[in-house]
């Protein structure tokens, strides 16, 4: 059986005994839309229209500086693999990057007490 890496690897500085997360690890995996996904091994190969949707967590982690606040419950290997795909994500296409800086000035959407105003 064929795994992207080997055990003794540690890829986006996760433990030797996780592996690296893969889309369908994401919790809004099966309602998500966005054509390149930080999870993607392959999203370098991937394009972005103009007014397609972006990760829900893209544009969390760009409210907070490329990181994922403590709030948002996804798990720590999910987390890394935000924060170590976000800055390369940023830099690769102008849909994204105008996106992410308008995000960034916004106020938090993910994580937010039950009850508050949050489409998500």
């Known amino acids: ?10 890829p986006g500085g996760l433990n030797s005994t996780a ?14 839309t966005a054509p390149i996904c930080p999870l993607d091994p392959d999203w370098r190969n991937r394009r972005m229209l103009k007014g397609e949707s972006i990760c829900a967590y893209l544009l969390e982690a760009s409210r907070h500086h490329g990181r994922l606040p403590e709030r ?7 987390r890394s693999a935000i924060a170590e795909a ?5 830099l690769a296409a102008y ?7 308008r995000a960034a000035v916004a ?4 994580g937010r007490k039950p009850g508050s105003r949050d489409k998500c």
Do not use: F
């Open 1 to 10: 059986m064929a795994t992207n890496h080997h055990p003794t690897e540690t």
């Open 19 to 32: 592996s690296k997360p893969v889309p369908t690890d994401c919790p809004k995996w099966s309602r998500c």
């Open 72 to 78: 948002v419950n996804v798990t720590q290997g999910l």
């Open 86 to 90: 976000y800055p390369q994500i940023k």
């Open 95 to 101: 849909p994204i990057q105008r996106r992410l800086r």
């Open 107 to 110: 106020g938090p959407r993910l």
